[in-house]
């Protein structure tokens, strides 16, 4: 025996177990109303149905046929308000959702495991790396070095450990740490790349944690899922924006044709003096040849000398175009042309740009095919490299006009023949 009422208040009450508002229910039972001048109305199978004013009371017939027709569908109107109260989410509300789950599963799990060293277990979070690091470097420092230096594993025993085994020891918590956040980073880069909010929300990571090859040639890493600012780097992370330059949708958005671009301390990050590479995500918003030269990014001394410049851009000829200066500001590569390009506007290109000034090898990929020649320049750049700019090269002047995600430097050449990106 079910029931249906309409209160004064204006909920539904089925079966008394199940409420909903009036104004959500007509949106799924239209033709229903109350009976003319009532304020109120119930009914109950095999015993009434009536309305009340509030002053008097009217009875009905029964069975009402449109009554038991609300009792039978009582689960179908709890379903859908409940959908109503919690909407499903959008595609992005579910990236940045599934997004925020691998970054705390990296940070309370990855980073907080354990390492082995030497057949001794330590704990390896980022507290533990940090102070050993921090006394690695005031035991270097000392003028007279102790023999050992106690660390404490996870069975609370102490192991005396000299300099060489205190280094090798934060290295290897390093090396974990930075291994899970290119894990966490692979992961997001996934999860950003679906289309649907199922296979968003069914992206599983967590049993097999996807292995990545550690490279310890990073030093600076950008994906630009959500700022500016670099999610690993050896120095400073922090980005400063010029001409308006933002994230959009997962990418640097410095398609406007205008002076846009990302300044970074290369400190550590992008100094790498005789030998390194930079990889990058590029989608162009020109086909073909640019109206005018875009540089992709560059490295300088600073932002008014142009001493140690390393660049890449595209000119008005549709070349692909290289400079490398020493330290003294003498062009060890000049706009060399590393090869005709012409890119379609709107698709993405992995472009990896290799340097050995030593050995005299320059080598630009795109899409894991080697661009034009080797250059078998050398020269000599020193450690004053102090700015990264992503989206032009200071000093000299030049606009933008494309976006550029996952952007990454190295401290070793790369590659050296064509690759799988």
């Known amino acids: 025996m079910g029931s249906f009422r309409h209160n004064p208040s ?4 089925l079966d008394e177990n199940v409420t909903i508002p009036l104004s959500f229910f007509v949106t799924l039972e239209p033709a229903y109303a109350l009976p003319s001048g009532a304020i109120t109305q119930e009914y109950i199978q095999g015993v009434r149905r009536k309305s009340s004013t509030g002053s008097s009371e009217t009875s009905y017939p029964i069975p009402w046929t449109a009554g038991d027709g609300y009792i039978s569908n009582k689960a179908t109107y709890a379903a859908a308000y409940a959908a109503f109260l919690n909407p499903a989410p959008t595609l992005s509300q579910a990236k940045i959702s599934k997004q925020a789950e691998v970054d705390s599963y990296n940070v309370l799990t990855i980073r907080q495991g354990d390492i082995l060293y030497s057949d ?7 507290t533990f790396y940090n102070k050993i690091v921090g006394e690695f470097n005031r035991f270097y420092r000392l003028s007279a070095v102790p023999a050992n230096y106690y660390v404490m594993d996870i069975t609370l025993a102490h192991h005396g450990l000299n300099l060489s085994e205190l280094g090798g020891l934060a290295d290897g918590v390093g090396d974990m740490l930075l291994f899970g956040d290119q894990n966490a980073d692979f992961h997001k880069a996934a999860i950003e790349a679906l289309s649907t909010v199922n296979d968003v929300q069914n992206y599983g990571f967590y ?5 990545i090859p550690f490279n310890p040639d990073l030093t600076f890493y950008a994906p630009y899922y959500t700022n500016i600012d670099a999610d690993w780097a050896l120095g400073d992370k922090t980005g400063l924006a010029g001409g308006g330059a933002a994230v959009v949708s997962s990418w640097l958005d410095l398609a406007h044709g205008d002076a846009r671009y990302v300044e970074y301390d290369a400190t550590d990050n992008a100094n790498s003096q005789q030998v390194g590479a930079f990889r990058f995500t590029l989608k162009p918003n020109y086909t073909g ?11 300088s001394k600073s932002t008014i000398a142009d001493n140690n410049i390393i660049n890449l851009y595209h000119d008005t000829g549709g070349k692909l175009r290289c400079s490398i200066y020493d330290s003294s500001d003498t062009p060890i590569l000049s706009g060399v042309d590393l090869g005709a390009w012409s890119p379609v506007s709107g698709t993405s290109y992995e472009i990896e740009l ?14 894991g095919f080697q661009q034009g020649t080797t250059q078998t320049a050398t020269g000599t750049r020193d450690s004053a490299i102090g700015k990264l700019h992503v989206g032009k090269c200071p000093p000299f002047a030049s606009n933008s006009n494309f976006s550029i995600n996952n952007f990454k430097c190295f401290k070793a050449v790369q590659h050296i023949s064509n690759y799988t990106p």
């Not at 204006?10 to 009450?13: A, G, H, M, S, V």
């Not at 040849?289 to 490295?299: A, C, I, K, W």
């Open 289 to 299: 040849t640019p109206s005018e030269l875009y540089v992709f990014f560059g490295v």
């Open 207 to 211: 049993t097999g944690w996807t292995p």
């Open 120 to 126: 001794i277990e330590y704990r390896s979070d980022e």
């Open 354 to 367: 290799n340097y050995d000034i030593t050995a005299g090898a320059t080598r630009l990929f795109i899409d």
């Open 10 to 13: 204006n909920y539904i009450i």
